[in-house]
């Protein structure tokens, strides 16, 4: 009795087995195909992490020292939260140190990640910035129809792979030019993008700095509030 119980046990595994793999590929099969925007946006109210896991060539995201004698600054984690149409991200940095980002309408407004002052970036005023009144997420701006591949399981979901088509060489420099923005924004190193097919938020994006994994969480309560240091810096911008 109890090999007959086994048995028909485990052959209720293997085919509770083959039908999840049947389902996975008929999932697959069925996915339309993605349009666009293809990246959603965020909700009005909600939070996430990026957590980056270097490559293993390096140590990740990086920002270069003010000097020869000052140590590269490499990006460990983002903690992202938004209200509307303002954001708030804590950059933490591998030596354990934290800078903040604000985002009000399509500019950002950065703490120093050498504490040399507060920074705004706008697109407005250099179209090589991210313009977060379009997205609510930076390094996909170079997504295009011929960069997606497939639809994948990854991440325990269904996934838009996309897959750089265009790889740059060197930056765009400031000042006018006639490329359009996936040519400004085009990686600098093979990178792949995974989004979800039911939600159309990133879930991972892989390039040469390393693995951006995402993690969305439970939307906040209140309000992002600007800090008075930069709420001086944006009523100059836009006083400009």
Not at 45 to 50: G, Q, R
Not at 115 to 144: A, N, Q
Not at 182 to 193: D, E, F, G, H, L
Request: glycine share 8%.
């Amino acid at each position: 009795m109890t090999k007959l119980l086994l048995l028909a046990a485990g052959t209720a595994l293997f085919f509770g087995g083959l039908s999840w793999a049947q389902d996975t590929d008929s999932d697959l099969d069925n996915v339309p195909l993605p349009k666009p925007p293809f990246i959603a946006r965020a909700p009005a109210k909600s939070a996430w992490i990026i957590t980056i896991t270097p490559s293993a060539n390096g140590k990740g995201p990086s920002v270069p020292p003010l000097n020869p004698t000052s140590p590269t600054k490499y990006l460990k984690q983002q903690e992202w939260t938004k209200s509307g149409t303002v954001m708030r991200c804590v950059n933490d940095w591998a030596d354990g140190t934290k800078t903040e980002d604000w985002i009000v309408g399509a500019a950002k407004l950065s703490d120093g990640v050498h504490h040399d002052g507060l920074h705004l970036y706008s697109p407005k005023i250099d179209p090589r910035y991210h313009d977060f009144s379009v997205s609510d997420f930076e390094m996909l701006d170079w997504i295009t129809p011929k960069d997606y591949v497939r639809p994948v399981k990854h991440g325990g979901e269904v996934c838009y792979l996309f897959t750089a088509t265009t790889i740059a060489t060197t930056s765009v420099e400031s000042g006018p030019h006639n490329k359009t923005l996936a040519q400004i924004n085009a990686p600098t190193s093979p990178t792949s993008v995974f989004i979800s097919v039911q939600t159309g938020l990133p879930v991972e994006i892989d390039n040469g700095d390393g693995q951006y994994t995402f993690q969305f969480l439970p939307p906040p309560s209140g309000d992002l509030k600007l800090p008075d240091p930069f709420l001086a810096l944006w009523k100059a911008y836009r006083g400009h």
